[in-house]
């Protein structure tokens, strides 16, 4: 009823609107608790509401809702003044489906589009720019929703931008037709499935895709099979008439969703497991990206083993999995764990209740000591504490604290426990001088970090155009660059 009374009272201000005009959106001032002769001298007089409050009239606009409040810019100077309040419009951007802080930093770091080799190395620090909160709000009203799709190294996730989470999961792009077939044909095959799946024409979204970590070194080979695996899936796309696509890399999304531009992605893959350096946007392939050769597929299999030495029946590896992580964690000391008391129990729908006990954290401990699984490889501690010597050596800018933030991606680091106890090894096994400051962070939207750090970029204010990449500028590179396409969105 109080609702219903204001947009009355509000339809007779705006009745003294003359023909629409262009509001001031670069206003952030904010304004003064009471509107006195100053105020209305300066921004001009709101009649008998000159007596309210300011902080009562901006209550009144937030109650009647973004709508009602880009309208009263219209009215007059003043109504424009408080109508542009950065505030307001804060508040409205709070209240949508994207966490306030994601926005706040999505805006700031990553409007200007992915980052490049140059402002990696010649801008010191990126300053955040002024924002906006009404100009932003009206742009990100406008941006199209898009087709999210993580490929992952396990199971794909897609989705749309604008939902709260994936909507659907399936088998990675690896797993589709004959392994011997040609890529193109693969990803194909792979695309045409989830656009199947999800009810919706290739020609009618624009689409972020989750690239998956290949082909990691710095090396002339590695650099031209990054090309082409990036040549061949903008071509099957365009092919199949997508409007616009943008492809960033998997641990580059998850630092993002971690709300960071810089540090150390851990992701534990499927079958590896990755510590990459990530400096201002870029992946640092020429410092070096460690490779551990056991991820999500050894634990588990490692587990099914340990239950197999017990006698504990089970029908699939999924059972394995389900158990793994309802009730497993990474013990915080590994000996001092032996001698607790650890059993706990878990059911698995179908096939009713598991007991483990010390089953529990062994199986994570393969992490730290790969030699207990039968796996010749250092332990990820050692993979961690060798990439950042190389960061700190590198002396990039000469800063030695961007690399001090690690962030967990990639479904078993869920783990309960691993950043506690990569963070207690890694200062164990650093010098001082490197150890102090670091911080490792759990991934900050479970298995699907990845996929929320792609959903950000597709909801930013500047998407499209600052992300995407079109038909017509692929074919431009393309002829530009010759059949063996080395494009810039690298």
């Known amino acids: 009823m109080a609702t219903l009374l204001l947009r009355k009272v509000w339809g007779s201000v705006l ?11 670069g206003s952030s001032s904010s304004s003064p608790r009471r509107r006195g002769p100053t105020a209305a001298a300066e921004y001009g007089s709101l009649g008998a509401l000159d007596a309210v409050a300011t902080d009562v009239l901006a209550q009144i606009l937030r109650l009647l809702g973004p709508a009602d409040a880009a309208r009263s810019s219209a009215v007059c100077r003043a109504w424009r003044h408080l109508a542009s309040d950065n505030g307001l419009w804060a508040f409205f951007l709070s209240l949508g489906p994207e966490p306030w802080d994601l926005v706040v930093f999505a805006e700031t770091h990553l409007a200007a589009g992915p980052a490049s080799p140059r402002s990696v190395y010649y801008s010191a620090v990126r300053v955040p720019p002024q924002l906006s909160f009404k100009h932003i709000y009206g742009q990100r ?16 996730k897609y ?3 604008k939902y709260a989470a994936p909507s659907g999961r399936c088998a990675t792009f690896l797993e589709f037709g004959n392994i011997e077939s040609p890529m193109y044909a693969r990803l194909r095959h792979f695309f045409s499935t989830i656009y199947t799946r999800m009810h919706v024409k290739p020609s009618a979204r624009p689409i972020v895709v989750v690239l998956p970590l290949c082909h990691p070194d710095d090396t002339e080979s590695a650099r031209a099979s990054r090309k082409q695996y990036k040549e061949t899936l903008y071509s099957v796309l365009f092919d199949m008439n997508v409007p616009a696509v943008c ?11 971690a709300r960071r531009t810089s540090g150390i992605v851990v992701n534990i893959g499927f079958n590896a497991t990755s510590v990459v350096p990530i400096f201002q946007g870029r992946v640092m392939h020429e410092i070096g990206i460690e490779t551990v050769g056991q991820g999500a597929l050894k634990l588990t299999g490692f587990l099914k083993e340990l239950m197999q030495r017990r006698n504990i029946s089970f029908e699939t590896l999924y059972t394995v999995r389900t158990i793994k992580e309802k009730i497993c964690y990474v013990a915080a000391d590994y000996e001092a764990e032996l001698c607790k008391d650890t059993q706990a129990s878990c059911e698995v729908d179908g096939e ?53 933030t690690v962030v967990l991606a990639g479904g078993s680091s869920c783990l309960p426990g691993l950043p506690e106890r990569l963070e207690k090894e890694l200062h164990n096994l650093l010098p001082t001088y490197i150890s102090e400051g670091i911080r490792v962070l759990p991934p900050p939207f479970g298995r699907d970090t990845a996929w929320f750090g792609a959903k950000m970029i597709g909801t930013v204010s500047t998407f499209p155009d600052a992300w995407c990449v079109n038909k017509k500028q692929f074919r431009q590179k393309s002829r530009r660059s010759g059949p063996s396409l080395v494009n810039a969105w690298q």
């Open 159 to 161: 989705g749309w931008s």
């Open 247 to 257: 492809a960033v890399d998997q641990a580059l999304l998850a630092l993002y969703a």
């Open 352 to 404: 009713g209740w598991f007991t483990l006990a010390e089953e529990r954290f062994k199986m994570a401990e393969i992490l730290f000591q790969p030699h207990m699984g039968g796996v010749l490889a250092m332990g990820l501690h050692k993979a961690v504490s060798l990439c950042m010597d190389h960061c700190y050596n590198a002396e990039v800018l000469g800063d030695h604290s961007w690399f001090k």
């Open 141 to 156: 009203a406008l941006v199209p929703g898009s087709i999210v799709v993580d490929g992952g190294s396990g199971y794909c």
């Open 15 to 25: 009745a003294r609107a003359g023909p629409p005009r262009d509001p001031d959106s």
